[in-house]
């Protein structure tokens, strides 16, 4: 660990500790989030398995910013989200959190750098940079179709740019939903080692919830969410 300016390296990408959520009223109520603590250093890529309605979703979405557990703590890059305003924490969320979906999530009208730009625009705020969108889909190996739009790309092409979309704003935290879900095992594979190169170079904190067993190697650590709870794997 290196010390001095470069704070994002001393700091944890995101630190869960004993969050509990609760989902839903009366008999219908489910424990989704039980005492889960997790903490994910920079350039680390932890992946999260198990069975569905396990709470893995929930843990994206509290690590997101997206929902506030009942109790316990979450600090993305140092930072308190529970003690944040909406607007902040959609401002923050816009510039530190980096999401990837399942299938990219595009915006079908807008071509692969029109993705990234619309993340700088919307984001611009005085001192705030951003990565090149041009130079960051060269580094996704796909500088060469900058201008296609979603219903030309492929499957693997289009969770490409959604990586390089995901990274265009230099977050703190990458949360990553089952990206191969929609790939051949070979593009699953090519998905899974592209994200934990940009996890590496970029020093950017990872969690990635996935189904697919075949990938786990590429990532350096596994747990395990059942009824609410996650273990070490």
């Known amino acids: 660990m290196t010390t001095g300016s470069d ?9 869960i500790v004993d969050a509990d959520l609760l989902l839903g009223d009366g008999e219908q109520t489910v424990t ?15 992946a999260v398995v198990g069975p569905s309605g396990s709470g893995k979703s929930s843990l994206l ?33 816009l510039e ?10 595009l915006i079908p009208s807008l071509t692969a750098a029109d993705q990234l730009r619309l993340v700088s625009h919307l984001g611009s705020t005085k001192g705030r940079t951003f990565r090149d969108p041009l130079a960051l889909l060269e580094q996704v190996g796909l500088g060469h179709k900058a ?17 390089a979309r995901a990274l265009v704003s230099t977050p ?31 020093r950017v904190g990872t969690v990635m919830v996935t189904h697919d ?16 709870r996650l273990t070490p794997r």
């Open 32 to 46: 989704a989030l039980d005492g889960v603590s997790l903490t994910v250093r920079p350039g680390e890529m932890v």
């Open 61 to 93: 979405a509290v690590a997101g910013a997206l929902t506030a557990p009942d109790s316990g703590t979450v600090r993305v890059g140092g930072r308190d989200l529970l003690t944040m305003k909406k607007a902040e924490a959609a401002k923050f969320r």
């Open 172 to 202: 703190s935290l990458l949360l990553v939903d089952e990206p191969t879900a929609a790939l051949d095992r070979a593009r699953s594979h090519e998905i899974v080692q592209l994200l934990a190169r940009e996890t590496r170079e970029s």
């Open 96 to 105: 530190q959190i980096g999401f990837v979906f399942q299938s990219g999530n």
């Open 147 to 163: 201008d296609r739009r979603p219903d030309q790309l492929s499957g693997g092409e289009r969770q490409r740019v959604g990586i």
């Open 213 to 228: 067993y075949d990938v786990l190697d590429y990532c350096d650590r596994v747990v395990e969410m059942t009824d609410g």
């Open 7 to 15: 704070t994002r390296v001393d700091t944890a990408a995101l630190e």
